[in-house]
């Protein structure tokens, strides 16, 4: 396994889980590291409004994901705090009150009705969360969606995956792999590995990685700016893509989204509209004191679905991306290790394949 963040950290445990025995390579705290920086929401709403594939795929993972949570802690004594009451997503003006309903019927549409949502008015939403303003046109209210503490779940994954034998070598960047017949050697700053079969989950990384096994993924980075308050009582029972409190009482403000390369500086201009929007629906929150904001990168292909790939050329190396890692963790853990391993992924085969890096041959 090359990498050592949510994806490969997945991967490694359903891997170990079928008896493969597996070394993961990992990079150092100067790489570009999603799995640090994101925003913990199990989120359903407005994923696969084009993919029907996506939404399905979604589902099931925010369906799974209590399970994997209490086996987790199980486990590792590690609770991810995964609470799944339910998602809000504001809309300040009638055209995005407007465009959100058309995105959350399309999702239903896609999922045959599995995808459950509702459009609610500005009462409605006050009745959920009594605290927004009356500048709130509405928000669309999806019970599917949730959020876990997603530092304690990157430790509860490593753990997991160290109890399960894996082999961690954190400061191991990989910086060439030859492919050969009987597997594949992969050399590091510091030495050689060899193994049978190979999963780069690199993140960023994997575009270049994938080309040195004759695969194409095209990944680009989409930059992601948050702030984090001082702690409170909680008083936010419902997390949204706008904020969410934390099981540590801190508030997790952002969603911002810029096209603007390997940039991951913050900037008080992006801070400031972040911080803005979120007064104009939670005016009370005005004298609250922001303690800390970070910027990171999504990790995302041209069209924003994960890339499942296999090596046509090398059939035992595999690519994985994705830009939600949260959200699909569950499904990553179990069926998708399993497609890895070889073992049979019955239903879930079909998915599996739309989201090979085929599709993007003429991109
Ligand atoms: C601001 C923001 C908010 C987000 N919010 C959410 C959310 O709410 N819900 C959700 O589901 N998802 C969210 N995401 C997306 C989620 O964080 C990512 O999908 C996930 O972290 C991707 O994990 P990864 O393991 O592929 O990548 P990474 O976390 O980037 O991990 C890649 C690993 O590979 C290592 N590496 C890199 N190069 C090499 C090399 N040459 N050799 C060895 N190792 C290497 C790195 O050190 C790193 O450990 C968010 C992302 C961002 C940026």
Known sequence: MIGGGLVGA?????LARASHKVRVLDGGDTDFRSSRGNF???WVQGKGAHSAPYAQWTGSASRAWPEFAAELLDATGVDV?????GGIDYCLTES???SQADKMQRVQDQTDG?????MLDNKEVRELMPQISKAVVGASYSPQDGHVNPLKLLKALHTQMQKLGCEYLPNQPVIDIEARNSGFKVITRDGEFYCEKLVLASGLTNTELARKVGMSVPLKPNQGQLLITERFEPFLKIPSIHIRQTDEGTLQIGDSSADIGYDDSTSLQVLAMIANRLLKI???LINVNVLRSWSALRVLTPDGLPVYEQSELWPNAYAVNCHSGVTLAAQHATVLSQWIAGESVDNYQGIINEFSADRFTDV
């Open 10 to 14: 997945t991967l490694a445990i359903g």
């Open 40 to 42: 913990g929401l199990v």
């Open 81 to 85: 705090q995964l609470q799944q009451t």
């Open 96 to 98: 995005e009150f407007k």
């Open 114 to 118: 599995m995808f459950e949502y509702q």
């Open 282 to 284: 939670f005016p009370h």
